[in-house]
């Protein structure tokens, strides 16, 4: 308001230090008030009611040490005030100079004193030399403190910068000119057209409040991918354009017979005891499965068949029949692939299997007379095992999974796919080593070569499945099934660069690292 009504009595303003702000009558106080007069300037100028122009000022002011020298005089001229005359009286002992004027202005004003030949040494002592002493430093400070300046220019005032006696402050002042829309009082600017200003007309001659181009803008909130999940994306797109069609998995909770028996797990293997497995306690029983699979499966376990020998262990429906967390996705593979082979056991279709294979294998897959029709499937889903938790591992973690079903699969169809498989990963340096599984064989452990770390590691374990798994299932013999499984952590971890599982998953996961993680692309 200072400034428009100021503007309104004399046109312009030239100076605006010659404003004076209400509570601001100080001239010490000229900095702030330029400060506080540049906030109005902005605002008024942005309404297009004024224009101004801006211009830099230096001034100096004193630091502590140098206010302190003002008031009581420099170093230097402290000390000759300490001393005695030359032969007036004893001389002073540097240590009771020490005691008078504090021991720091003893230290720096005695060089100086002496430089200046205003004292000397007598005997073991200190007295006066001059018989009077102008404190230039004082009187220039002083100067400094009412002017901002020094007369003796800027050699002398680099000299007392030097000594860290005063410091440099930047100012500004402005000269103001009345804008287009000037006007003495301050109208509120519109920021919305309402239906009521057009009714009205009023909007014809309201003000507007003008577009800030400059304005960054709220950051707008919405969700974001789990770094897993765009993982799981990469996957999945992989292999939808390999074919694939997707199994479904949601059943977290399987019976040890679909997860152990039907793939030939023995009922005594390691892998199903209570250390390895999380059992259900309520309910702690399945459903039977269908009874003559159920009947095949048990009799291939324990007195063999399909030129096995089977375990020749005692086979228990109790075990069958606990409930448990499914271990590996194997689980679904393989109720998919018994659903797969309905039509090859003489039964009436199952939709969601056929469609699947429908789906994922395209038109060149083709029904042969015994029903039997390929079929690539794949699935990302969660696991469960009861492990020590540790830096790599949790208590459950995603298996990305993938099974092809077709006529005469051989071993070398399974390292063929795995290469592509891997390579569309980025991962092209693959080793496979033997090793076993219940339900495959042969069985392969997937190594790649990971360049940072410079070593193999291990990416993914696959294999043939056993006959004695497919047989009972109702496959044809000639119909062989290839599978593979890899962890989705595991390439997670190597991709965002975390080598500590719980920064990925769980509550101690950030937010933020969720929402700014960037797309995956392998
Ligand atoms: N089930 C295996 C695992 O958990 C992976 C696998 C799937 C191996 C299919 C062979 C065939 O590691």
Redesign the pocket.
Known sequence: QLVLDTLDKFGTIHDTRTLVLPGYTDPAANHDSQIIILGALNSLSSRDMISYTTHETVSHVLTPEGAQIAVQGSHEARVWQALPHKGDGAPMAPKQLEERVGSETAKIGQGRAFKNKWIAKEGDGLVRLAPSIEDNTQVELREVDSTGTLKAGEKALAEMRKRKLIVQRKGQWFTVKKGPAFSTSIAKPETDLTIDMLATGSWKTSTYKKYNFEAEGLVTNGGALHPLLKVREEFRNIFLEMGFAEMPTSSFVESGFWCFDALFVPQQHPAREVQDTFYLSDPAESLPPPADYYERVSKVHEHGGYGSTGYRAPWSDAESRKLLLR??T?AS?ASMLYKLAAKCRGEGEDKSARSAAAHGSGAQAKEGDDGFKPAKLFSIDRVFRNETMDATHLAEFH?V?G?VADRGLTLADLIGFMRVFFTKMGIENLRFKPAY?P??EP?LEIFAFHPQLRKWVEVG???M?RPEMLEPMGFPKDVHVH???ISLERPTMIRYGINNIRTLVGHKVSLESVENSPAVRF
Do not use: C, L
Request: hydrophobic share 15%; no cysteine.
């Open positions: 271990t590996h194997t593979s298996q999974e099974v599984n339900y495959t069985s374990n696959s294999g499945f599978g593979w499984g």
